[in-house]
């Protein structure tokens, strides 16, 4: 039960990686906030994580509307008190296909709900956190964020940026006891995969061959995501902000490193 006692919000807890991640919370103690556009989808949440014996409120918003956040933030503490967590899994793939081609509303909706939508979650919790003096945020990042991904270049801008918002962050509130990082969750199984299949040659034939191998493995185990998120919401990763940490790396050794300004981030390293 690492998360005993601990409120967390979870976004874009309706389906994937947020879904995932909002039971096993719960099932490690924590009462959950679901957040998604979708009530349908955070009620099945909720009525898994009651199956289950956990506890969890669901407060259906858009993250791209601050109105809206702010409204679901107010009722999971009204419900749960202070929160402690907040992980921003809410994404969506924007359009598939070159970039020379995009349609220019669906290229600015990634940006609007990958990034700003992070922005606004943030928003309506740091304050409360550095006042406490304590919290954990914990940004979902994903294909394109560290290296460029064609054919998808919203969602590819949108998840550089929100790492860059990470290193930001976690640099802003540090001194307050607050902890921003991202999680690379590696390639997985979720509806975003069937859209890459269903785009069909729009979306190049390397991403076609990652999507038909990760929807016939399943990609990363949803246990390997879950122990690093748990990992980064925890007491253990205390000395552990700003930084983008994935799946595949060794984290288990970070828990006893004092890491460099430069590790695990955008930065460039340019030789002469």
């Known amino acids: 039960m690492q998360l005993k006692g601990k409120t967390a919000v979870v976004t874009g807890a309706g389906r994937g990686i947020g879904k995932r991640l909002a039971i096993a919370f719960a099932a490690e103690g924590a009462r959950v906030g679901l957040v998604s556009r979708t ?14 014996g956990g506890a969890s409120l669901a407060a259906a918003a858009d993250v791209s509307d601050f109105a809206q956040v702010k409204k679901a933030m107010e009722a999971v503490r009204e419900q749960f008190g202070p929160l402690d967590v907040l992980v921003n899994a809410a994404g969506v793939q924007g359009p598939i296909g070159p970039t020379a081609h995009a349609d220019p509303r669906a290229w600015a909706e990634a940006i609007e709900i990958n990034l700003v939508g992070a922005f606004h979650c943030c928003r309506a919790v740091l304050p409360e956190m550095i006042a406490r003096r ?8 994903g294909g394109g964020a560290s290296n460029s991904r064609p054919n998808f270049s919203g969602y590819a801008a949108s998840k550089a940026a929100l790492v860059r918002l990470t290193e930001t962050l976690g640099e802003e509130v540090a001194a307050h006891n607050v902890q921003v990082n991202a999680l690379a969750p590696g390639a997985t199984y979720t509806a975003m995969t069937d859209q890459v299949l269903e785009a069909g040659e729009r979306a190049g034939e390397k991403a076609l061959d990652e999507a038909r191998n990760t929807q016939q493995t399943r990609g990363v185990p949803p246990e390997k995501q879950i122990a690093l998120a748990l990992f980064l919401v925890s007491p253990r ?5 700003g930084k983008l940490i994935s799946v595949h790396d060794d984290w288990q050794r970070l828990e006893q490193m ?15």
């Open 134 to 141: 304590a919290g954990k945020i914990l940004n979902v990042s």
């Open 237 to 241: 990763s205390n000395h552990i902000t």
């Open 39 to 52: 009530a349908a989808l955070l009620q099945v949440t909720q009525m898994e994580i009651a199956d289950a």
């Open 258 to 272: 004092s890491l460099t300004p430069d590790h695990f981030t955008l930065r460039r390293i340019a030789k002469p």
